[in-house]
């Protein structure tokens, strides 16, 4: 919430200090590095053009004929030089303008102030380099701590079914563009699976629904191919992931990191091969990768999959929990890097 007066505040008290981006905010004002919500974004140009063309016409994370409208009205108004005499508290709906001089101030700002961090500790080697590239960050300056998984409870087993027809494959986020809602929903319906072979899962927030059906996926929630949870799963790993053929992770930005439940849940993963992931997913071994953004291709390993579950199964017992994968492991590391901070400073 403080933005990074915290980090300057810090400075001015003698404190050294460390942060932990939890996504790509201090290159991104979107925070996604995807361009419009539809295509992986290089990074900002030097004039910050490419950012203030993209906050001022985003693709709605949603997906519907109204969105599309919307976003076509926005272009237009960005084309014609209108956008910027559109506030956007007038029209709650639109995003906030700003000019590319205002986003190069904030570039400028964030790197002056990172050039007094002592780390930046960030979830995948992935997510370091793209920082490090983008704001111009020696490497030196960074340090990996992926996230951490809590692991099973005790006692914990999956479901000795759960590589028997129908298969339930899953799908857990926020309904939203960027996470591959959508992208998700094509492939379902491009490899159309029989539903006592296999269905579609798809645990997400309130009006999620609502939201399939007005994207023009009803057909396969009416049908049972989908099945629609508007239920949170946290706290309730072991009851979901349990009963899990095999979990969707189909981003359509390069995450910055991941989770090490597909080891602590014993459940293989059919993920985008975006390099955060291929940093601990091996293809065929303990998953299943397919072309990021590519509704094709995920359709492709899906129908694969489905024929010969066998490969699932197989894959599933190459997920196991290591020391390292848990939050003592996590927390130790966070200790060592703290002591490292202050070692430096006192020599």
Not at 240 to 257: C, E, H, Y
Not at 298 to 303: G, I, Q, T
Not at 323 to 333: I, T
Not at 334 to 347: F, G, K, M, P, T
């Amino acid at each position: 919430l403080p933005g990074i007066a915290v980090f300057a505040a810090a400075n001015r008290a003698g404190i050294p200090w460390l942060v932990t981006p939890v996504d790509y905010r201090f290159c991104c004002p979107q925070v996604f590095l995807l361009e419009q919500l539809q295509r992986p974004c290089s990074g900002p140009d030097p004039g910050h053009e490419k950012c203030a063309h993209c906050l001022a016409t985003p693709h709605s994370s949603r997906d519907s004929r109204y969105y599309r409208i919307l976003q076509a009205i926005l272009e237009f108004l960005y084309r014609t030089g209108s956008r910027r005499l559109v506030p956007a508290r007038r029209l709650p709906r639109l995003p906030a303008y700003y000019p590319a001089d205002r986003l190069q101030h904030r570039a400028r700002m964030i790197r002056e102030i990172l050039d007094t961090c002592s780390r930046i500790v960030t979830f995948s080697q992935a997510h370091s380099n793209a920082l490090g590239e983008m704001l111009n960050l020696p490497s030196s300056l960074f340090e990996k701590v992926p996230l951490q998984s809590e692991g099973p409870p005790p006692g914990y087993r999956p479901d000795p079914d759960r590589f028997s027809r129908p298969l339930r494959f899953l799908w857990i986020h926020r309904l939203a563009r960027e996470w591959g809602a959508y992208l998700v929903l094509d492939a379902w319906r491009q490899a159309a699976p029989p539903t006592v072979e296999a269905q579609l899962w798809m645990y997400s927030t309130p009006g999620a629904e609502r939201d399939i059906r007005a994207a023009g996926y009803g057909d396969l929630v009416d049908r049972g191919a989908v099945v629609v949870r508007e239920e949170r799963v946290m706290g309730r790993e072991d009851e979901v992931l349990s009963k899990a053929s095999a979990v969707i992770w189909a981003p359509l930005w390069n995450t910055n990191g991941y989770s090490f439940d597909p080891f602590a849940y014993e459940f293989p993963v059919i993920y985008a091969a975006c390099p955060a992931f291929t940093e601990f997913l091996r293809d065929g071994i303990n998953g299943f990768s397919f072309f990021q953004g590519s509704s094709v291709d995920l359709a492709k390993r899906l129908r694969m999959l489905i024929r010969d579950p066998e490969q699932l199964a197989r894959a599933a017992l190459n997920n196991t929990f290591h020391e390292e994968y848990g939050l003592d492991w996590c927390g130790r590391h966070y200790v060592s890097i703290y002591e490292s901070v202050l070692l430096s400073r006192n020599r």
